[in-house]
């Protein structure tokens, strides 16, 4: 089955550790997204990626880093320079870049730091 | 910059009523608007897409939401409630440039009560 997956569903960190959370998707999906969801805010992009080897900043990329060496994975680091980590993460893709492209979602993964 | 508005975060019918959730938007150029559900603890799904074609969108679920320049909304509907319809929905908007970003409203959460 084509899909979106992350892992793990629940991640638990201590405060100031580094995290990495996994996004592969085997839609054949040019362009990736990452965002966060906190409660009562909606969705807020971080990172996203039209291409591989290619990425740009999202409204809230502060403490977050990526990479896209490979079109099917697109990992999201959560630094200990991000203020307030816990949240839940959703990956998603889309075929293309257009305005029109659906975007695919991903099951999420919540982090929680301790 | 282009946004929505989600009027009610919290909306209650009974089973069997109408269902009314309410999205405006903002944007300067004719926007491309989606509506997504989602089910606690997991990825969004969506429902349905306005993409400048037919102005009354029909989605999966019995959903539909029609597109209204003049009003800057893309309200969702749906005739009867079922109580699997209880979820989270969210109202999201993209450009015409700048490829398919996506911004978010923050959110109604339906409920359906016997």
């Known amino acids: 089955d084509g899909g979106i997956t992350q892992s793990p569903k629940y991640l638990f960190r201590k405060e100031g550790q580094n995290v990495t959370l996994s996004c592969e998707q085997n839609l054949n999906h040019d362009a990736m997204y990452w965002y966060r969801q906190d409660p009562g805010q909606g969705l807020r992009l971080i990172y996203y990626?039209?291409?591989?080897?290619?990425?740009q900043k999202g409204d809230i990329a502060e403490g977050y880093s990526v990479s896209r060496e490979k079109k099917e994975s697109f990992p999201l680091t959560v630094t200990s320079a991000q203020k307030n980590p816990t949240a839940f993460y959703l990956c998603a893709s889309s075929i293309g870049s257009l305005g029109t492209n659906e975007q695919f979602f991903g099951p999420g993964t919540r982090l929680t730091v301790l | 910059a282009q946004s929505v508005t989600q009027l009610g975060s919290h909306v209650s019918v009974s089973e069997g009523a109408l269902v009314l959730l309410r999205c405006n938007y903002s944007?300067?150029?004719?926007?491309?608007l989606f509506w997504y559900v989602q089910y606690p603890n997991q990825g969004l799904q969506l429902l349905l897409k306005?993409?400048?074609?037919?102005?009354l969108v029909k989605g999966i679920n019995g959903f539909e939401a029609e597109f209204k320049k003049s009003e800057t909304s893309f309200h969702l509907t749906k005739p009867s409630a079922h109580m699997s319809d209880a979820a989270e929905y969210f109202c999201a908007v993209s450009g015409r440039r700048g490829g398919n970003k996506l911004t978010f409203g923050t959110g109604t959460q339906l409920k359906v009560e016997l």
């Open positions: 306005y993409t400048s074609a037919a102005t």
């Open positions: 944007s300067s150029v004719p926007p491309y």
């Open positions: 990626s039209q291409i591989v080897n290619d990425f």
